[in-house]
């Protein structure tokens, strides 16, 4: 039988007998519950003598618990006072030996003084015997064969090391610039044949005043003397070169520079062999002679025209890539020690390698100016018939858009974003330019329709004028287009290489400030070209309406209005038609659809043009209308069929007459009660 389950704590004595009588098989109730009774009883029993025997162990037992527990408590006081008195001799010990130490420690340092001291005469009387020796070297002269300079150069880093050792002294500063004055000395004797070794490229004789010139801890002085040697051969290399072109120069360079890299690094034992280059170079190219700037300068002189100029920027441009990637080849090889450069240092020789470009940019306004106006000289433009002077400039119009995306890509290749400066200008000059000949030409057209106007003339859209306005505005929108189209250049790298930063490079400060507004600012002769094209398509429309405008200024001053006779009053509706002014303004409105197709090449423009005019008619006849004095019924009547009859023209033309006709027209008809006009 299982008793765990007597011991849970949500036994449950239903679940237990339900589950035992589950398991006896076919056994009878009584049988079974008698069993079951007598196993419980046994069960119990021996529960109860195990419980018993162990209570009694357990009584047995606790004196001798109690009794070893006692004895560990009188031990553990025991060893407790055996401790306390440990800590006090070891508290009298560390006071007895405390004075000891103490006074180990003075002796150690007073040893160590003592030994400094002697130390220190030693090297004063080794200082002494070396400054001694290195002063009579130089009032004799300073060997300079191999055997004399391999001393020297001990000696001399005797002097410095001893020098470190004094520095304690109390006239170390009376040394140490005796030293440097006997350095200084010892440098001015044997830097003439240094740089005679140096420009010689001589390794043997250059190591052993590199030794020298370390040993006097002057390797600035070395770098500074080996730079003058490199410059000095270089610029003597120069001078002999046949036709000096910065080609030329820019390859003399690149081939010099991972061979000066590698003297600097092998020979001189520099740590920054790559600075040394870029100083080298740095100032090379502002000495030498001819210089780069004034060979760029004279190449320009000898251009015959704008565009040659342009050419010879750009390859100088080529030239001077070439000879920065050189440079950034160099500085990115692989090197055992990765040497970092001062930006400062490297923006200075970036500056030095394109100041032939930065002394040159500020002309090529003036030659891309030039060669705009080129394009503006087509012997077109010098007829007189004001159609075809408005079709020869529309065509120069149209290829604005391609010469401005020439332009810029060739500018771009000279500066980058640098050129926006020198670029800009230019094409505001060709803008101007442009709009100066169209508002010139627009003041033609003009002219002529007012003369036309003043003879009575002016036959709306058959007269010159008209195509010859609209074409000219058409002219103004393309090339406004055109300018539109040219601000959308792709943008720069916004953090270059410092070799690649031409802005930097090229620009002074306060003229880089206004880079970004020049890039994304409209140009000043936009808002001229803009108004000329507003005033073109005003000219259009007034010379369109011309014809109409001249038949309504009539309406007013006609004799039909008023003074009717009372028997020509009563005639029947049918006998009224449309009066002569309104049939002209009507057939004419009908015949310009086919002519504004002619003349108007986008698909709205005619119907835009068509519906302006309708919509002008109609407001302008209503104004008419209500400046007539005297009207009597007959002709309201009459005014009423010309409502009518300029009603169906424009909406045959798809258009509808404005709401102030439309309100007269109901005016007019309540006047008039009895009237019945047809409006069929």
Not at 205 to 217: A, D, K
Not at 293 to 298: E, L
Not at 425 to 444: C, D, G, Q
Not at 496 to 518: A, C, K
């Amino acid at each position: 039988m299982e008793l765990k389950s007597f011991a849970e704590d949500d036994f449950d004595p239903k679940k237990w007998i339900n589950k035992a009588w589950s398991t006896s098989g076919s056994q009878e109730k009584e049988i079974f519950v008698a069993n079951t009774v007598t196993r419980l009883q046994l069960y119990m029993k021996q529960l109860t003598n195990s419980l018993d025997e162990t209570t009694t162990q357990i009584v047995t037992s606790v004196p001798r618990i109690l009794q070893d527990a006692s004895s560990l408590q009188l031990e553990g006081a025991l060893l407790q006072q055996k401790l306390l008195a440990l800590e006090q001799k070891v508290q009298d010990v560390e006071e007895q030996t405390g004075n000891s130490i103490e006074s180990l420690q003075k002796i150690d340092q007073l040893k160590s003084r003592l030994e400094n001291a002697a130390s220190a005469l030693r090297e004063a009387d080794k200082w002494a015997a070396l400054a001694t020796s290195l002063e009579d070297i130089l009032e004799k002269g300073v060997p300079f064969k191999v055997e004399g300079l391999s001393q020297l150069a001990e000696q001399v880093a005797a002097m410095t090391a001893s020098l470190e050792v004094l520095s304690d002294a109390p006239d170390y500063e009376i040394k140490r610039l005796q030293l440097e004055t006997l350095y200084n000395r010892l440098e001015a004797a044997v830097s003439p044949p240094l740089i005679e070794a140096l420009t010689q490229m001589d390794a043997d004789r250059t190591s052993l005043y590199v030794s020298l010139f370390s040993g006097m801890g002057r390797s600035l002085s070395l770098c500074r003397c080996w730079r003058r040697a490199a410059a000095a051969r270089l610029a003597g290399v120069w001078r002999t070169t046949t036709n000096h072109t910065l080609s030329k120069l820019t390859d003399m360079l690149s081939q010099e520079a991972e061979k000066q890299v590698a003297w600097v690094s092998n020979v001189l034992k520099s740590e920054t062999p790559l600075a040394e280059l870029i100083r080298l170079y740095t100032d090379l190219l502002l000495s030498l002679d001819p210089s780069p700037i004034k060979i760029a300068t004279a190449s320009l002189k000898l251009c015959s025209t704008p565009q040659e100029g342009i050419t010879l920027l750009t390859d100088l441009k080529t030239d001077i890539n070439e000879f920065v990637k050189c440079i950034n080849a160099v500085i990115e090889a692989p090197r055992p020690n990765k040497e970092t450069l001062l930006p400062a240092t490297v923006r200075e020789l970036g500056r030095a390698a394109y100041g032939p470009l930065r002394e040159l940019l500020p002309k090529y306004t003036d030659m891309q100016t030039q060669l705009f106006m080129e394009y503006l000289n087509d012997p077109l433009l010098r007829q007189e018939d004001l159609v075809e002077h408005s079709r020869a400039l529309q065509s120069i119009a149209e290829r604005v858009e391609s010469w401005l995306s020439s332009s810029s890509e060739k500018a771009s290749r000279i500066a980058g974003d640098a050129m926006y400066p020198f670029y800009v200008p230019a094409v505001e000059n060709f803008i101007t330019a442009l709009s100066s000949h169209i508002s010139s030409h627009f003041r033609r057209i003009e002219s002529a329709f007012l003369s036309e106007c003043n003879v009575g003339e002016c036959v709306g859209v058959l007269s010159a004028c008209f195509p010859a306005a609209v074409r000219l505005a058409a002219t103004a929108d393309v090339a406004l287009q055109a300018i539109a189209d040219r601000r959308g250049g792709k943008c720069e790298s916004e953090n270059p290489h410092i070799l690649s930063d031409l802005p930097t490079l090229l620009l002074e400060p306060e003229v880089r400030q206004r880079l970004p507004s020049l890039k994304t600012d409209p140009l000043v002769s936009v808002s001229g070209l803009r108004r000329t094209k507003d005033q073109l398509r005003g000219l259009a429309r007034s010379i369109l309406r011309n014809p109409i405008d001249v038949q309504l200024e009539k309406i007013p001053q006609l004799p039909v209005w008023s003074n009717n006779d009372a028997l020509s009053t009563d005639l029947p509706d049918f006998a009224l038609s449309p009066q002569e002014y309104i049939t002209e303004i009507g057939q004419y409105l009908m015949t310009l659809p086919q002519h504004l197709e002619l003349h108007l090449t986008e698909k709205q423009a005619p119907l835009q043009y068509l519906s302006e005019v309708c919509t002008h008619t109609c407001e302008i006849y209503a104004e008419k209308i209500l400046n007539i004095r005297n009207m009597d019924a007959l002709g309201t009547k009459r005014c009423l069929t010309d409502i009518v009859y300029l009603s169906s023209v424009v909406e045959d033309l798809g258009s509808s007459i404005t709401p102030a006709l439309k309100n007269l027209e109901k005016s007019l008809r309540a006047a008039t009660p009895s009237a019945n006009v047809n409006t069929e």
